[in-house]
């Protein structure tokens, strides 16, 4: 099995693309742009205003800080500014590579396809990452 076939499948069964048809999924994840970062490198910068896209985390970690705090590690699968693409609000936190990278950048106009494609699961998902959001202020 060559890599990218095995990385495509893991990455099909994120909890993101839970109920979403594995065809649309197919689709998404062969259009979408792959974006490197190194080591230390800032991804997003707390207060930045949205660029329209997301990021899930293929390879590798990162690191999420708040007001200079550091309040999460993500790993691969994770997803991160899925919110701020939905509502074009400036970013919450600093996202750092803690490693060299590996991300699937999502787009907003991707985003809004799966939800249009989904059985409700990435709208839980979004709501449940908002509670969780409010909750961390």
Not at 69 to 92: C, M, V, Y
Not at 98 to 113: A, G, K, Y
């Given at each position: ?36 970062f ?19 985390i293929?390879?590798w ?10 309040t ?7 997803i991160?500014w ?8 400036p ?10 990278v ?25 709501m ?10």
């Amino acid at each position: 099995m060559n890599m990218k076939l095995f990385g495509q499948q893991k990455i099909e069964k994120l909890k993101i693309f839970e109920g979403i048809d594995s065809e649309i999924v197919g689709q998404i994840l062969e259009n979408a742009e792959r974006k490197n970062f190194k080591s230390g490198e800032v991804i997003i910068e707390q207060w930045d205003y949205p660029n329209s896209t997301g990021y899930i985390i293929e390879q590798w970690s990162v690191d999420v800080w708040v007001n200079g705090d550091q309040t999460a590690k993500l790993t691969e699968g994770d997803i991160f500014w899925e919110i701020a693409l939905l509502n074009e609000e400036p970013r919450s936190a600093t996202v750092i590579a803690e490693s060299d990278v590996v991300t699937i950048v999502l787009s907003q106009d991707m985003l809004f396809e799966m939800i249009n494609n989904d059985d409700n699961s990435i709208n839980k998902e979004i709501m449940r990452r908002m509670e969780e959001n409010l909750e961390n202020e």
